[in-house]
């Protein structure tokens, strides 16, 4: 494949692989100047070992989840492949419900072995076969998964240094009232030389 990759080279490698992965890949997709491939979760080790092993892509440079509240299958599980030896870069996405198991593909790439545990962590998305799937980037008590579309912008525990019992606590959040999400931007409404007072201006003048 030559150098800058087309559009067309693009689509003929998405079709190659829908040819020669039938049922294991079942979708392919270029925008952007990118490839995505899509699959069955339940097949994602077959497919990850086709493109190692057939398509020359030999390294899993990342692994993360995406939040879909709305969808009956919630999250989609999106894998981004590198070939060193083709200069391109894939990613093959799968769909997976609330309680739903991904198969763990440690086996095929160990680089997902961290990934796998920050989906978990950051979703609360499954890895069927994980060799240690625990939280990795949150504490070990941590309540919900915070990069869930309906998780709360506060979170639902505060944690704070307790002087008398010298050891951290964990606290309900009690109130948000003191944050003014105004959302406004210190330059919203800004015109060529005026400036107008906004919410929040007071602070950086006190």
């Known amino acids: ?3 800058p990759v087309t559009t067309a080279d693009l689509e003929t490698l998405g079709q190659a692989i829908l040819d020669g992965a039938k049922g294991i890949v079942t979708g392919a997709d270029v925008a952007f100047g990118e490839l995505t491939l899509t699959g069955p979760a339940d097949r994602i ?4 070992t086709y493109l ?11 692994l993360c989840g995406a939040d879909y509240p709305e ?18 870069r894939i990613r093959i996405k799968v ?3 609330e309680d739903e198991a991904v198969p763990s593909v440690v086996d095929v790439f160990c680089s997902a ?3 796998e545990r920050e989906a978990f962590d950051m979703y609360g998305i499954f890895f069927d076969g994980h060799p240690d799937l625990r939280r990795i980037l949150t504490d070990y008590g941590f309540h919900g998964h915070p990069l869930r579309k309906d998780f709360p912008m506060t979170g639902y525990v505060e944690v704070r240094y307790d002087e008398e019992l010298k050891r951290v606590v964990y606290e309900p959040v009690k109130s948000v009232e003191w944050r003014n999400w105004d959302f406004l931007s210190p330059w919203e409404g800004v015109e060529k030389g005026f400036s107008p007072v906004l919410p929040g201006d007071e602070k950086s003048r006190s």
């Open 1 to 3: 494949m030559s150098w």
């Open 45 to 48: 080790v077959e497919a990850l």
């Open 52 to 62: 190692r092993d057939t398509q020359g892509f030999h390294q899993l440079v990342d």
């Open 71 to 88: 969808r009956e299958k919630r999250f989609d599980v999106v894998y981004h492949l590198l070939s060193m030896t083709h200069n391109r």
């Open 95 to 97: 769909q997976a419900g």
């Open 113 to 115: 072995d961290w990934f």
